[in-house]
């Protein structure tokens, strides 16, 4: 969510000095027109570079669910929604692009139900008993925001596949680790989805993009969930770093700072690596990094840094 003229500038002159092809922004709020998006496209390409083209679906932050979905006995809070949001809209996910989107392609798994997931592992009292109301697992979605497959056209007439998500902090909950939870089913779709629960996985290349909100050494959740996308054999991690991280490492860090991409107040949760693009074994990478500068300009951003990874098809 860009919250002024002055936060947005600098975000979009990072983003041009990367010049990216694609460009997923998460915590981006949503409007119907998209007209939100089509003013930082402007603003990037006023600042250089050129991203024709936009895309964004309706998140399921801030919308409303007309249920007491947190079990504290109000309805109508943020925490009531299907993803926390005080709007419907807020900080949902977007693409700026400079290869087309074909729309007619996309698959949008955002409404399926947490329940229905294969092995979810929906939250328990201390007791053992269900935490979620049987009317609140009737409509309670797995995706907090979303999880979008959406086909590019690619340079040589192939499509890329990217696959897009923006998970709940596993933080912010109580001893049913509901949040937690969560989160760990939120990254593992990924690869239930390449199993082939959902339907037939897309053929071709492909990229997993987006922010898990979870480090697989550091800081709270369960990491079991990031360490298994991350060692899938269907994927490769190219391990994007940047020495603006390993300056700004926290005492105690466990995991290599230098492939940190947030940069949270510490010690706890401190700077971590929650960020992640992620392509198929398939491609050839040829960079990776994470644009971390020491001027003040990242901090004016976001405090989540811009992670890039550059892709050739194989050979």
């Known amino acids: 969510m860009l919250r002024g003229d002055a936060q947005a500038e600098a975000v979009a002159r990072i983003v041009a000095g990367t010049a990216p092809d694609v460009l997923l922004l998460t915590d981006f709020d949503y409007d119907h027109g998209l007209v939100a998006l089509g003013a930082f496209r402007d603003l990037v390409a006023a600042a250089g570079h050129e991203m024709p083209h936009l895309f964004a679906l309706r998140p399921n ?159 709270a959740g369960r990491r079991e969930a990031i360490r298994a996308l991350l060692a899938d054999p269907r994927l490769q991690d190219p391990r994007p770093a940047s020495l603006g991280g390993v300056a700004a490492a926290d005492p105690g860090h466990r995991g290599d700072p230098a492939l940190d991409t947030v940069d949270w107040d510490g010690p706890e949760p401190g700077n971590l690596r929650v960020d992640y693009v992620l392509p198929s074994a398939d491609w050839r990478v040829t960079g990776a990094g994470v644009v971390w500068p020491d001027d003040g300009t990242a901090a004016a951003a976001s405090r989540h840094r811009l992670v890039w990874v550059d892709l050739l098809p194989p050979e």
């Open 61 to 219: 932050t801030g919308m409303d669910t007309g249920l007491d979905m947190d079990g504290d006995r109000r309805t109508g809070t943020a925490r009531d929604k299907q993803g926390f949001g005080r709007f419907a809209g807020e900080g949902g996910m977007a693409l700026l692009s400079r290869l087309p989107v074909e729309a007619a392609g996309v698959r949008d798994f955002s409404a399926l139900l947490w329940r229905d997931l294969p092995g979810a592992l929906l939250p328990v009292t201390a007791q053992g008993a269900p935490f979620l109301s049987p009317e609140v697992l009737e409509v309670q979605r797995l995706s907090t925001t979303g999880h979008w497959v959406v086909p590019l056209r690619a340079p040589d007439g192939g499509r890329l596949h990217l696959m897009a998500f923006d998970a709940t902090p596993p933080v912010f909950d109580g001893p049913e680790d509901l949040n937690g939870r969560r989160n760990h089913d939120e990254i593992r779709f990924w690869q239930l989805f390449l199993d082939g629960a959902f339907g037939p996985a897309p053929e071709g290349r492909f990229v997993i993009l987006g922010n898990s909100n979870l480090d697989p050494k550091d800081s």
